[in-house]
């Protein structure tokens, strides 16, 4: 069974700065791994999508790389703004089998002005 | 193109009672997912809908059930509610050619049940 994790679960910046979320998975054989953002109250927002034969996926300030051997995913956000403010979930797709998502706790990150 | 809607946004119904909340997916896709999120549970995978067919399902019990119309709109139903049903429902839509499986959610439907 599939076991998405996300570290941490909360984090605090100044603005500014650059940061780093991480995600972990348990089992290799992804068809992808989609990174989304979701503010209180409302639904995902997708920000990056990366197939299981890419490394990394790059949108603006986001940059999303894949260690699929390794099983982990990284979210870099450079420049932090107030803005990007909110959870920030992974969630992978299998290869095989049923093809929901799985998805990570998220992470909370909260960028101080 | 217009994004996934979700109604009814806010339903507050009581033990016991059913529920049915609606989706309509982005033009064109034809993959619906329905995913429940609490925050002792996090987002749980419900079932998928794919030109009308149920092609997967999570494990929720039988009261959660769905359908798929022919023009993809999607409505997922709940019966004989209890206090632990009381989450957010969230719809995504996919499309099944040029970004296959990146799926797309909509704002969601916060079902209170008291």
């Known amino acids: 069974k599939q076991e998405v994790t996300q570290i941490p679960a909360a984090l605090s910046v100044p603005e500014g700065e650059n940061l780093v979320l991480n995600c972990s998975f348990t089992d290799s054989a992804i068809y992808n791994l989609q990174w989304f953002r979701q503010d209180p109250g409302k639904g995902l927002t997708s920000l990056l999508l990366i197939q299981s034969s890419q490394r990394e996926q790059t949108s603006g300030r986001l940059n999303a790389s894949l260690d699929k051997s390794s099983g982990r995913s990284t979210l870099y956000i450079a420049a932090s703004q107030p803005g990007d403010s909110a959870t920030y979930l992974c969630a992978v797709r299998m290869d095989t089998g049923r093809r929901a998502l799985t998805f990570g706790s998220g992470t909370r990150l909260q960028v101080q002005p | 193109k217009a994004g996934v809607t979700q109604t009814p946004r806010y339903l507050i119904k009581t033990r016991g009672q059913q529920v049915t909340l609606s989706c309509s997916p982005i033009?064109?896709?034809?993959?619906v997912s329905w995913y429940q999120q609490t925050p002792g549970q996090g987002l749980q995978f419900l079932f998928e809908?794919?030109?009308?067919?149920?092609?997967n399902k999570g494990n929720f019990p039988g009261r959660f059930s769905g359908r798929q119309f022919s023009n993809s709109r999607s409505e997922m139903n709940v019966s004989t509610l209890e206090l632990g049903d009381s989450a957010l429902y969230l719809c995504?839509?996919?499309?099944?050619?040029?970004?296959?499986?990146?799926?797309?959610f909509g704002p969601g439907t916060r079902l209170t049940v008291t």
């Open positions: 809908y794919f030109s009308e067919t149920q092609r």
């Open positions: 995504a839509s996919s499309a099944t050619s040029g970004s296959p499986y990146e799926q797309y």
């Open positions: 033009s064109g896709h034809r993959s």
